[in-house]
């Protein structure tokens, strides 16, 4: 399997060659050249298979240079039930006959971004093992993703993790989680500023590509292609729990905002999954929703702060991979297209021969409030007994839009509800309850590094620590 760029300017390479790196030298997101196809035979196997197992006929398909025994071991160490609870690894809940809930959040730091995130942090290892390589991880976060990537590479060879966060603007168990890790190879910067300007920062330290090569500078956002492809598993495993036969058909809902968990459901659909509808759920920061209604694409100019904050996102980042495939995989179209971003803000479908295709795939759309958000979760405690996050509940609000008669929905839930605990308090004037182990988390000792939000003092810092 050959990588190539949705922007056409890059030379095909293999899957460990693309493994580190984010965006492809040309700017674009790198695609493989094809997706594997199933046969009717593959998925009759599949229905069959454990979460590993599911998981190496998936990434095998797509990570074709790292030899087989390897890579079961790298698979096997990501998907245990001592990491994600039940070997299960993403159980589904069932609402009411053909309502369900696919659970990916029973990870160390309860959002789905684990799943990917743990094996990331494996294969990482042993892609930098047999290179004799080093990495250092820079990011910036506002919760979910940074905590995902130090709970992944924590203790891991090769790998550490410089992890810029604003100084006391992450909830405690935020704080809390990231802050009390201790191992030697993750450094928590408290920068005393907002986190726009953490993510400025990563951005030119970036940019110095000079600094970046000599300092080994990576990162774990959620352009990276194995990210993608470890989400791909769960679309199967999902499946297969709602069906009897590979004859029928499932809808997915998916929370989103940078289209990284619903581009991996893209992919399964591609791949050969029975897949009817990928309903695409957004928060007030309905970029994607517009798109999917209307077929304009335009990137806001600001991010409205929500109480679902890991949908908050202005620009898809993901989005480019699933438009590529839309415009037939022709890197002139849609260079085309991105310049019309950068000239005039937006492009639009709706006119082209593509916007018909979007719902041959299976998209449809719909956004949430803070009111449908805080209903949702009030009325699936009451009808179900169960209780759901604010970005599950996104989900689960849009989701009623489009169920259909014999068509199981499944809902990904992409985060616990103790992580938003402040919600679910006013949605249900009671606590989420946290899963054990953690109920101290806020009294375990610290580590962190107070520092200005400063390029050259970051990379002072960086260099500090390499030395060391
Ligand atoms: C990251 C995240 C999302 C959005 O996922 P994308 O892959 O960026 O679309 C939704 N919910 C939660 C809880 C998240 O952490």
Request: hydrophobic residues 40%; negative net charge.
């Amino acid at each position: 399997m050959k990588y190539l760029s949705t922007r056409g300017g890059m030379t095909p390479k293999t899957f460990s060659e693309i493994l580190l790196g984010g965006l492809a030298p040309d700017g674009g997101l790198v695609m493989p050249e094809s997706y594997p196809q199933l046969s009717r035979a593959d998925l009759d196997t599949w229905r069959n298979l454990s979460y590993p197992q599911l998981a190496f006929e998936v990434i095998s398909r797509f990570a074709d240079d790292i030899p087989a025994d390897d890579l079961k071991k790298i698979i096997n160490a990501s998907y245990m039930e001592e990491i994600f609870g039940s070997s299960a690894i993403t159980p589904v809940k069932t609402l009411e006959p053909g309502l369900y809930i696919l659970e990916l959040s029973n990870g160390p730091t309860l959002a789905f971004k684990d799943v990917a995130m743990q094996f990331l942090g494996n294969v990482f290892e042993y892609v930098l093992a047999r290179e004799n390589a080093e990495l250092n991880i820079l990011g910036a976060t506002s919760g979910d993703t940074g905590s995902a990537a130090e709970y992944a590479m924590r203790g891991k060879k090769g790998v550490r993790v410089f992890m810029m966060s604003p100084h006391g603007k992450m909830s405690p168990f935020q704080t809390a989680q990231m802050y009390s890790l201790q191992d030697p190879n993750i450094f928590n910067i408290a920068a005393t500023a907002p986190f726009d300007d953490c993510q400025d920062i990563v951005k030119a330290v970036s940019n110095d590509l000079a600094f970046k090569e000599k300092y080994k500078i990576g990162a774990v956002n959620s352009i990276n292609w194995a990210r993608v492809i470890a989400q791909v598993v769960y679309y199967f495993k999902g499946y297969f729990a709602v069906t009897q036969s590979n004859d029928e058909t499932v809808s997915f809902t998916v929370p989103s905002g940078n289209f990284g968990n619903v581009c991996a459901g893209h992919i399964a659909r591609s791949m050969g999954l029975p897949i009817a509808k990928l309903v695409v759920a957004t928060n007030e920061n309905d970029v994607l929703d517009e798109f999917f209604r209307t077929g304009v694409y335009r990137p806001r100019p600001q991010t409205v702060h929500t109480s679902s904050p890991s949908m908050d996102i202005t620009k898809a980042s993901n989005f480019e991979r699933f438009v590529f495939d839309l415009v037939g995989r022709n890197p002139a179209v849609l260079n085309g297209l991105w310049a019309q971003i950068e000239s005039q803000g937006y492009f639009d479908l709706k006119e082209t021969p593509y916007w018909a295709k979007v719902a041959d795939y299976g998209f449809v759309s719909g956004a949430s409030s803070h009111a449908d958000r805080l209903a949702t979760i009030r009325s699936v405690f009451e009808r179900y007994g169960v209780m759901v996050d604010t970005h599950t509940a996104d989900g689960i609000k849009v989701a009623a839009s489009y169920r259909e008669a014999g068509i199981p929905m499944l809902c990904l839930e992409t985060a616990l509800p103790a992580k938003f605990d402040e919600t679910i308090m006013e949605a249900l004037g009671r606590h989420a309850p946290r899963p054990a182990g953690l109920d101290n988390l806020e009294a375990l000792p610290q580590r962190f590094e107070v520092m200005a939000a400063d390029v050259e003092a970051i990379k002072r810092y960086i260099v500090a620590q390499t030395s060391a």
